[in-house]
């Protein structure tokens, strides 16, 4: 079980407003913060950490995925993604060579990761 993940950014704002735009869907809302670093947290106490890069650092882009409530939360998700700042990289739908009951969604963040909501 993960209990948190940090995504590196460039750009904290655009990233910030992204994050709680697309993961409001999924359960997230706002927790800790500090200067150039936000929380969002789940029920189940897991986060996603938005955290400013060190001036210099390479930002690689990453894929995480989240667990979705229902299918209507993964258009949700995809839909507040592309509404702030996101691109599309899959459209929400079956996913069957995932698995027979597989349904997802990917969009870029602003900065190129991969952020999916799925529910299998």
């Keep these: 079980m993960i209990n948190h993940v940090t995504v590196k950014v460039k750009d904290f704002e655009k990233e910030e407003a992204f994050y709680e735009a697309a993961l409001t869907p999924l359960g997230y809302g706002k927790g800790p913060a500090f200067p150039g670093v936000q929380a969002f947290v789940a029920e189940d106490g897991s986060a996603v950490w938005v955290s400013t890069a060190a001036e210099g650092d390479a930002v690689a882009p990453i894929h995480v995925a989240f667990q979705a409530a229902d299918n209507d939360a993964v258009k ?13 990289n899959g459209e929400p739908g079956p996913r069957p060579n995932y698995g027979p ?9 602003p900065e190129g990761n991969n952020i999916e909501a799925m529910l299998a």
């Design 101 to 109: 009951t597989y349904y997802a969604a990917f969009v870029h963040d």
């Design 76 to 88: 949700a998700f995809y839909e507040a993604g592309l509404a702030n700042g996101g691109t599309d």
